[in-house]
C-alpha cells in the first residue's frame, strides 16, 4: 500500500504543473477558428477535453465507483448531457462567470469524488453519500458551464453562431470518448489484479489532493486577478 501511494503522490508531483496549465486559451487555437471552419470548432472542442486534466479526474473518479459497462455508460451519458445543456445554452445566451470561480468549483468536484470513493461521507461525516447519478449530472452542468465560459474567451463572431458552439461540443465529446477509453480499460483491467484496493485508495487519494491543490490555485488566481 505505501509503494502504490508513493508512486501516486510522485505522479501527482510530476502530473501538477500540467493540471494547471490544463484549460488555456491559446493564440494558437484562436488563429485555428479564425482560419477554419465548423470543422476547426470540433477540433479545439476535443483538444480542450483531452487538455482539461480536472473534468478528465472527475470522470476517471466516477468510473472507479462503477461496475461493469452499463453503468459506466449511463454515468457518462448523463454527465454528457449536463455538460452539454450548460455549455451549449449559456454560451448561446451569453451567460458567463469568473473562470477561476468556475473552475475552483470544477475541482472541489474531484476533491468530492476522491472523498466519497474512500467512503468519507459513512467513515468520517457518519451520513449516507449523495445519489451518485444526480451529483455527476449536477456536476456535469457545472464543468459545462466551465467549457462555455472558456468557449466564450474565444472571438466567435455572429456567423453560424449557434451552429459553432454546436461543433465545439461535439469536438468536447470526441475528445472525452478518445480520453476515457485507456482511463475505462487500465480501470477495469486492474480491477481483477490483487493489487487494486492498493491502487485505488492510493488513486483516490490522489484525486484529494489534486482536488485541493486546483482549488487553492483558482482561489489564488481569483483573489490576484482583480
Known sequence: MKSHQNF???????????????????????????????????YVGAKHMLTGYDH???????????????????????????????????????????????????????????F???????????????????MVLLFGL???????????SFDVGSEQFLAKIVSFNVGVELGQVLALIPIVFLITQWQGKRSYDAFYKAANFYLIIAGVGLF?????????GH
Open 142 to 152: 457545472i464543468h459545462g458551464f466551465g467549457l462555455s465560459t472558456r468557449l466564450q
Open 56 to 114: 478528465l479526474l472527475f470522470l476517471a473518479g466516477v468510473i472507479f465507483y462503477l461496475k461493469g459497462f452499463k453503468d459506466i455508460l449511463k454515468f457518462i451519458t448523463v454527465f454528457t448531457l449536463g455538460h452539454s445543456i450548460t455549455l451549449i445554452g449559456a454560451t448561446y445566451l451569453g451567460i458567463r462567470a469568473d473562470e477561476h470561480l468556475i473552475d475552483a468549483v470544477i475541482a472541489l468536484s474531484v476533491l468530492y469524488k476522491g
Open 8 to 42: 501516486i503522490l510522485s505522479l501527482s508531483l510530476f502530473l501538477f504543473p500540467v493540471l494547471l496549465m490544463a484549460h488555456g486559451v491559446s493564440s494558437g487555437d484562436q488563429a485555428i477558428l479564425d482560419e477554419g471552419g465548423l470543422f476547426s470548432y470540433i
Open 116 to 134: 466519497e470513493n474512500l467512503g468519507g461521507f459513512e467513515e468520517k461525516l457518519g451520513i449516507k453519500s449523495p445519489n451518485l447519478l444526480l
Open 216 to 224: 487553492a490555485y483558482q482561489m489564488y488566481g481569483y483573489f490576484n
